[in-house]
């Protein structure tokens, strides 16, 4: 197993490089990425505009010659213009299924936020069963399958906020930032130059994706892990279990997904750094992306500007490895 982790360390590290073909910077969302791979699990990507949220995303895609759609959220748009309907067709005498964009291996949902709840809720039993129900009938969709969203944190105007059970379903939650000086003027540099995306070498396939998801799952976890990561997450439904002064600014703390989340997160961890075991540091280093959306704030918190990832630092800083 250990000789599997490093081939697989030495693919990962190879669709790294690829990706930063065509972005510059941007580690965290890279990683972000690879570990909801890994993890078989799905992304919401959150950044103002401009920052390369769909042009990674796009490249990803071609990285892993899977079949992508990408669909653009908008107020009019409606559930059957995702999972798809059914149509009567009048030569067979019948009605038949047409199929929507969700049926493929990597979805773009961009601007999530920018479709009402009930367009949102058509990705849920998708992005949790792996099936799409049309009609009567019960569709399972292909393997690997990820939604990858991405929304903008800045605009409330003409917006839905997520509803938490969708908010649940989503693996990790990526903060984009800002490059730096000198990122930026690499970023012009890139794209002044070009009218497309780079072209990118095919690392990786339905099969090889498949292979390292099941990897993942043989990533060992000490039993003192598994309960310090239930701990982080049992910390931010009871804080003051835990000496921890938050009880005002947490409305509700994080499901038994968190749990699971941090857990299998950790795993893709361990793999991208060629382990074939979970150390501590790595729960620790997912624990932001696994708890910030799951984690609601009060309205006190709001006013005081106490953001959910100065709590999670607070926690990581309480909570101590047993």
């Known amino acids: ?28 969302l890279i990683r972000g990425l690879l570990i909801g791979l890994l993890a078989d699990g799905h992304l ?26 990408r669909i653009q959220f908008t107020p009019d748009l409606l559930p059957a213009d ?3 309907t059914r149509i009567y067709n009048q030569h067979s005498g019948s009605f038949e299924v047409v199929r929507g964009p969700i049926f493929a ?15 949102q809720s ?14 009567k009938k019960t ?16 605009e409330q105007e003409g917006t839905y906020p997520l509803p938490e059970a969708q908010l649940d379903r989503f693996l990790m939650k990526v903060v ?3 490059p730096d000086p000198t990122e930026e003027q690499e970023i012009v540099r890139m794209v002044i130059g070009e009218t497309e995306l780079p ?7 339905h099969e090889s994706i498949l292979a390292m998801q099941n990897e993942v799952r043989g990533i060992f976890v000490e039993d003192r892990l598994i309960r310090y990561a239930t701990e982080l997450v049992q910390a931010t439904r009871r804080p003051a279990d835990f000496k921890l002064e938050l009880g005002h600014y947490i409305e509700y703390g994080a499901s038994p997904r968190a749990s699971i989340a941090l857990v299998q997160t950790a795993r893709a961890t361990a793999l991208l750094e060629g382990r074939d075991a979970v150390i501590p540091d790595d729960l620790k280093a997912v624990a932001h992306g696994v708890l910030r959306h799951r984690v609601l704030p009060t309205y006190f918190a709001a006013a005081e500007r106490v953001e959910t990832d100065v709590m999670i630092d607070e926690i990581l800083a309480t909570v101590s490895v047993p």
């Open 176 to 178: 984009v930032g800002y």
């Open 1 to 28: 197993m250990a000789g599997e982790s490093k081939r697989f360390e030495e693919l990962l590290r190879r669709v790294e490089r690829e990706l930063h073909r065509g972005i510059v910077g941007q580690d965290d």
């Open 122 to 135: 058509a990705l849920l039993e998708t992005m949790q069963e792996k099936q799409v129900t049309i009609g």
């Open 44 to 69: 919401l990507i959150e950044g103002v505009p401009g920052l390369a949220k769909t042009r990674a995303v796009s490249l990803l895609s071609r990285i892993c010659d899977l079949h992508f759609k």
């Open 139 to 154: 569709h399972r969709v292909q393997l690997p399958f990820h939604v990858f969203a991405t929304q903008n944190p800045i």
């Open 199 to 205: 072209e990118v070498e095919s690392l990786l396939d």
């Open 82 to 84: 995702i999972i798809g």
């Open 105 to 119: 291996n990597f979805v773009l949902a961009d601007e999530i936020n920018r479709a009402p709840a009930k367009v």
